[in-house]
């Protein structure tokens, strides 16, 4: 049974998807992601249970959330996932997965069991060498085979590209022609300020950029019909299979129909991706407090655009937040 949606920010916006952390570690090192002295990760004690976030989905789907995104760090490290996905996907709410692909082999056949069809790829590069140089490990073969296999098997996957000048900006294409003879979305990211990743916006590729190298290329663009919550515009190239979209965060802001809540692996409320004030709902749920209340008065505080940012900031106030893999991607 889905729940009429409950959940209203000030600016009249209903919130019906929810993005859930399930754990700050991860088996790679981007760059962009992870700052370069590491992060300090979690107490186990202070990381939400697999039963409290059963639990406290359970709520916000009373609430009318009905699409959850697991998230990490990376995901698939988490003991027991397959318990949690199992026990989620009773809820009969749209389960999505974003990961880095490394471990996907083992999960598969669960995935079609539970019905999980949305899989997110995090993949910044199709050079294998310069894969091992963003990511600090070598596991680029073991990734490609698991999205092919994904999409032999009819999942929705798409690749998360996170663009950056001079690392990776020369692939853009190489990506697109990826599309043209499977169902694959490719979904490139405009690089995004977050605590110790030395954000500088001389280092980011813009959607006016991306979309005049596309067009260099094939004039025969599509705009596709993007739904009014879309992080994204998206695009294809009339004759390919595929598709790719383009989340500007920086340069175009899509906030105008957000209508997604954060859960960090310590259960804190986030407002937006870029929010440095959070909520500490899973204390308030061990103290055996219902969260409705605070969900409802914590959304009233969300701010109409990227938390109130501007490119003209201080950099001081991007290390007000959390690190991205700490945040959930």
């Not at 399930?22 to 962009?32: A, G, H, K, V």
């Not at 098997?153 to 000048?165: A, P, Q, S, W």
Request: net charge neutral; charged share 25%.
């Amino acid at each position: 049974m889905m729940h009429k949606p409950q959940i209203i920010d000030s600016f009249g916006r209903a919130h019906t998807y929810l993005r859930i952390s399930l754990t700050d570690r991860c088996n790679l090192r981007c760059f962009y992601c992870m700052p370069e002295e590491g992060v300090e990760l979690t107490e186990r004690s202070q990381i939400m249970t697999l039963e409290e976030i059963v639990a406290i989905s359970r709520e916000f789907v009373e609430l009318g959330i009905d699409t959850i995104r697991l998230t990490g760090g990376e995901p698939l490290l988490r003991k027991n996932f397959a318990f949690l996905i199992k026990e989620l996907s009773d809820l009969g709410v749209t389960l999505k997965l974003t990961t880095n692909g490394i471990l996907l082999d083992k999960y598969f056949d669960l995935f079609e069991e539970t019905g999980l069809r949305k899989i997110n790829v995090s993949l910044d590069t199709l050079d294998k060498v310069k894969a091992a140089f963003i990511s600090k490990r070598d596991y680029f073969d073991r990734i490609m085979e698991n999205v092919r296999e994904g999409i032999r098997r009819g999942f929705e996957i798409k690749l998360n590209v996170v663009l950056i000048k001079g690392t990776n900006d020369q692939e853009i294409l190489d990506f697109i022609r990826l599309t043209k003879h499977q169902n694959l979305n490719v979904k490139f990211i405009e690089f995004m300020p977050f605590k110790g990743n030395q954000w500088d916006w001389s280092k980011g590729v813009s959607e006016q950029e991306i979309l005049k190298t596309v067009t260099n290329e094939w004039t025969n663009l599509q705009t596709l019909q993007s739904s009014v919550h879309s992080t994204s515009k998206n695009f294809q190239v009339s004759g390919f299979q595929g598709s790719f979209g383009i989340i500007s965060t920086i340069t175009h802001p899509f906030c105008e129909g957000c209508n997604r809540i954060r859960l960090t692996a310590d259960g804190k409320m986030k407002n937006c991706l870029f929010a440095t004030q959070e909520f500490d709902l899973l204390g308030h749920f061990r103290t055996g407090r219902k969260l409705t209340p605070l969900i409802h008065e914590n959304i009233q505080s969300k701010k109409f655009s990227r938390d109130g940012m501007n490119l003209e900031m201080d950099a001081k106030h991007y290390e007000l937040n959390r690190s991205m893999i700490s945040i959930g991607g």
